[in-house]
Every structure is written in structure tokens, then in C-alpha cells.
């Protein structure tokens, strides 16, 4: 009871600092989007259970399964037509859901053993093509090898992939825009004739800029995860929710209205305050652990009672998130799988939802 007062607290709070102008706080879910066979759950989905359970923001990882016209030689095996795309615009229109498209950028060009379609198509565009795809792919390896990473001062690269945000950002009616760029491990690496030797930071924060610029030029926004702005070493979070490859000073240059995507999956680690202190809005966002994801909940709760006026709107909201493909999801969602070891995802967003619904 004392949560859920603290929690009625803390809205009203909102609703009296917000003008007709002010978004509402976030409460979001990001997500594979659906293949074209699982487009008819997935709307299902989003009209009785997302609208019902209060979420406001819906992100969608796309990457390159929409079929492209600017190059379509990076259309993906599965790729949703702009018809089943407007569908997905026209269903969250209705239920007042903002809709932002997420493609990778920077880093996760590949994933285990194989390239993703910017690199398989524009094999020059690679940081460190000496590196090559295991015919079976093991983590640790001797290469260092995770995601491949596109090289971000290569001259042609940005007239590829801001081809791609401007068609995606267009056909989604969106105004803002994921870019990822979270596990950044390949960035300035020796042998890049362009990247070698580089401030690894200033090339971080100068991919950064440059696509909110781009984005900002049409008055769109730009969203991005958080860890490669964290410092592994000095935090303790270690090398893949924080950076320990000399990336995390990028927080003091890039531009400030960027929403910093915040993800702990093991604990709730309250570095949201550190994204908000340093002049971001910062999105909390948990994956599969449904009691981590009441803590960071309660945590953010926190943050925002106990905050000044000029902090407590950067703490911008809280956004579960889902890396399985979507039908995975749906179908552990709705009982027709019922794998125990795969809830995870499941129970921490009912969480998110029942936090929210308990809370109005």
C-alpha cells in the first residue's frame, strides 16, 4: 500500500508539471518486430494487451526485415511490406501507442557466426575485415569477436544507412529513432586506415552526433542504449553493460537531447541517476528477471520522488525489453509454449504492467 501511494504520489506530481505539450512518461516494450506471418498476433497483441496493460511506447528492432526501395539488395529473408507496415502504424494510432523503428547501427553487424546484411552487401564498410566469420562461433574467442561493427569514417557508409533510417522513419511515420549501438567491442581498431589510432570516445560520440543530427535536421529524435557510456572498470558492471574499451567518456560530447536507454538485466543499478545528472532522459529498461524488474521500478520510483524539479523529467520512463523474436514471445506470452526457462521476459513485463496497473 505504501508503494502504491508513493507511486499515486509521484504521478500526480507529473501531471501537475506537465503542459498540453509534454509527453506522458514512458512505459514501453522493445521488441523484435514480427515476421509477415506473425503480423496478425502481433496486432492482436497490441490492440487487447499492450493498449490494455498502459503502454504508451512500442519499439521496434526492424534492422533490415522491411522491404527497402533505396537499396534493396538489404532486405532481409522475412521483410515486411509497407502495407503490413501501415497496419502497425494505423493499430497503435488508434491505442495511442508512439511507434519507433529501431535499426542497428555502429555495432551488431553480424551475430554469431554470420554477417548482417550491411556487411554481407558492402563487405568495405567493415572495421576490421581481417577478422573472419567462424564456420562455428564460440565465446570467448582469440579475435575478440562478438558483433562486427561498421567503420564510422568510411565516406560512403552514412549514405547507405541514413538511406535506410530516412525510408524506415518515413514508412513508420515515426519521430524518433533507435540506432542501438550498444556492445560496441570493435571500434578504432589499428588496422582501420581511417579509425587506427583514434580517441575511441571521440569516434563513439562522433557516430552519435552525427546521426542526431541527421535525425534533427527533420526535427526527429534520436534514442540509443546506454552501456558504451558507462565505465565498466570503475563501475564494476564489467565489459558488456558498461564499456571497458575507452568509449565511456563520449557521455560528456554528445548532445544532450538524446534519450539514453538505460539496461541492467542482473541488478538494478541505479546509474539512471548518473544519465540524469549528466543532462539526459533516461529510460529504465530490464529484460528477464521479474524481481530485478520490480527493483529498478521501485528505483526509479525513488529517483523521481526524491529529485528537484530540473531532474525529475529526465527520468523519462521504463521500457521492458524482449531479445527472442517476437512469435517466441506471443507464443510463451499466450500459454501455447510453455517453457519455464524462457519466461523470464514474460513475467517481467507482467510485472512492468501489473507495477503500472496498481498504480492508477
Same mark, same amino acid.
Given at each position: 500500500?505504501?508503494?502504491?501511494?508513493?507511486?499515486?504520489?509521484?504521478?500526480?506530481?507529473?501531471?501537475?508539471?506537465?503542459?498540453?505539450?509534454?509527453?506522458?512518461?514512458?512505459?514501453?516494450?522493445?521488441?523484435?518486430?514480427?515476421?509477415?506471418?506473425?503480423?496478425?498476433?502481433?496486432?492482436?497483441?497490441?490492440?487487447?494487451?499492450?493498449?490494455?496493460?498502459?503502454?504508451?511506447?512500442?519499439?521496434?528492432?526492424?534492422?533490415?526485415?522491411?522491404?527497402?526501395?533505396?537499396?534493396?539488395?538489404?532486405?532481409?529473408?522475412?521483410?515486411?511490406?509497407?502495407?503490413?507496415?501501415?497496419?502497425?502504424?494505423?493499430?497503435?494510432?488508434?491505442?495511442?501507442?508512439?511507434?519507433?523503428?529501431?535499426?542497428?547501427?555502429?555495432?551488431?553487424?553480424?551475430?554469431?557466426?554470420?554477417?548482417?546484411?550491411?556487411?554481407?552487401?558492402?563487405?568495405?564498410?567493415?572495421?576490421?575485415?581481417?577478422?573472419?566469420?567462424?564456420?562455428?562461433?564460440?565465446?570467448?574467442?582469440?579475435?575478440?569477436?562478438?558483433?562486427?561493427?561498421?567503420?564510422?569514417?568510411?565516406?560512403?557508409?552514412?549514405?547507405?544507412?541514413?538511406?535506410?533510417?530516412?525510408?524506415?522513419?518515413?514508412?513508420?511515420?515515426?519521430?524518433?529513432?533507435? =540506432? !542501438?549501438?550498444?556492445?560496441?567491442? %570493435?571500434? +578504432?581498431?589499428? @588496422?582501420? $586506415?581511417?579509425?587506427? #589510432?583514434?580517441?575511441? *570516445?571521440?569516434?563513439?560520440?562522433?557516430?552519435?552526433?552525427?546521426?542526431?543530427?541527421?535525425?534533427?535536421?527533420?526535427?526527429?529524435?534520436?534514442?540509443?542504449?546506454?552501456?558504451?557510456?558507462?565505465?565498466?572498470?570503475?563501475?564494476?558492471?564489467?565489459?558488456?553493460?558498461?564499456?571497458?574499451?575507452?568509449?565511456?567518456?563520449?557521455?560528456?560530447?554528445?548532445?544532450?537531447?538524446?534519450?539514453?536507454?538505460?539496461?541492467?538485466?542482473?541488478?538494478?543499478?541505479?546509474?539512471?541517476?548518473?544519465?540524469?545528472?549528466?543532462?539526459?532522459?533516461?529510460?529504465?529498461?530490464?529484460?528477464?528477471?521479474?524481481?530485478?524488474?520490480?527493483?529498478?521500478?521501485?528505483?526509479?520510483?525513488?529517483?523521481?520522488?526524491?529529485?528537484?524539479?530540473?531532474?525529475?523529467?529526465?527520468?523519462?520512463?521504463?521500457?521492458?525489453?524482449?531479445?527472442?523474436? =517476437? !512469435?517466441?514471445?506471443?507464443?510463451? %506470452?499466450? +500459454?501455447?509454449? @510453455?517453457? $519455464?526457462?524462457?519466461? #523470464?521476459?514474460?513475467? *517481467?513485463?507482467?510485472?512492468?504492467?501489473?507495477?503500472?496497473?496498481?498504480?492508477?
Amino acid at each position: 500500500m505504501k508503494r502504491i501511494l508513493t507511486v499515486l504520489v509521484i504521478l500526480s506530481s507529473l501531471a501537475l508539471r506537465m503542459t498540453a505539450s509534454d509527453p506522458p512518461p514512458v512505459i514501453g516494450l522493445c521488441i523484435e518486430a514480427p515476421a509477415p506471418e506473425q503480423l496478425e498476433q502481433f496486432l492482436s497483441f497490441m490492440e487487447n494487451d499492450l493498449a490494455a496493460g498502459g503502454i504508451n511506447t512500442l519499439v521496434l528492432r526492424v534492422d533490415y526485415q522491411y522491404e527497402y526501395e533505396s537499396f534493396p539488395a538489404l532486405r532481409g529473408n522475412r521483410p515486411l511490406s509497407k502495407a503490413e507496415v501501415k497496419r502497425l502504424v494505423s493499430t497503435a494510432r488508434k491505442h495511442h501507442i508512439t511507434l519507433i523503428p529501431q535499426i542497428n547501427l555502429l555495432g551488431h553487424q553480424s551475430w554469431a557466426g554470420t554477417l548482417n546484411k550491411l556487411l554481407e552487401v558492402f563487405p568495405e564498410f567493415d572495421e576490421n575485415p581481417s577478422v573472419a566469420m567462424p564456420g562455428q562461433y564460440r565465446w570467448p574467442n582469440e579475435d575478440g569477436l562478438y558483433c562486427k561493427s561498421y567503420c564510422p569514417l568510411h565516406p560512403e557508409v552514412h549514405e547507405v544507412v541514413f538511406a535506410l533510417v530516412d525510408e524506415i522513419m518515413e514508412v513508420f511515420e515515426a519521430g524518433a529513432f533507435h =540506432a !542501438g549501438m550498444d556492445e560496441v567491442f %570493435y571500434i +578504432g581498431e589499428a @588496422e582501420c $586506415p581511417r579509425c587506427g #589510432g583514434k580517441d575511441r *570516445s571521440e569516434l563513439f560520440a562522433g557516430e552519435v552526433n552525427r546521426i542526431r543530427d541527421h535525425l534533427a535536421a527533420g526535427g526527429k529524435e534520436l534514442w540509443i542504449w546506454g552501456d558504451r557510456l558507462l565505465d565498466g572498470r570503475t563501475t564494476g558492471l564489467g565489459m558488456w553493460e558498461a564499456s571497458e574499451n575507452d568509449t565511456h567518456r563520449a557521455i560528456d560530447m554528445i548532445r544532450k537531447d538524446v534519450v539514453i536507454c538505460d539496461w541492467h538485466y542482473e541488478r538494478a543499478d541505479p546509474t539512471a541517476a548518473y544519465f540524469a545528472l549528466k543532462g539526459f532522459r533516461v529510460v529504465v529498461c530490464p529484460h528477464n528477471r521479474p524481481e530485478v524488474t520490480e527493483a529498478q521500478l521501485e528505483m526509479l520510483e525513488d529517483f523521481q520522488m526524491h529529485s528537484n524539479d530540473v531532474l525529475k523529467p529526465r527520468y523519462y520512463g521504463f521500457m521492458q525489453t524482449v531479445w527472442s523474436p =517476437a !512469435g517466441r514471445f506471443l507464443d510463451l %506470452y499466450y +500459454g501455447q509454449n @510453455e517453457d $519455464p526457462e524462457r519466461m #523470464g521476459p514474460v513475467q *517481467s513485463f507482467r510485472e512492468m504492467v501489473r507495477f503500472y496497473r496498481d498504480a492508477d
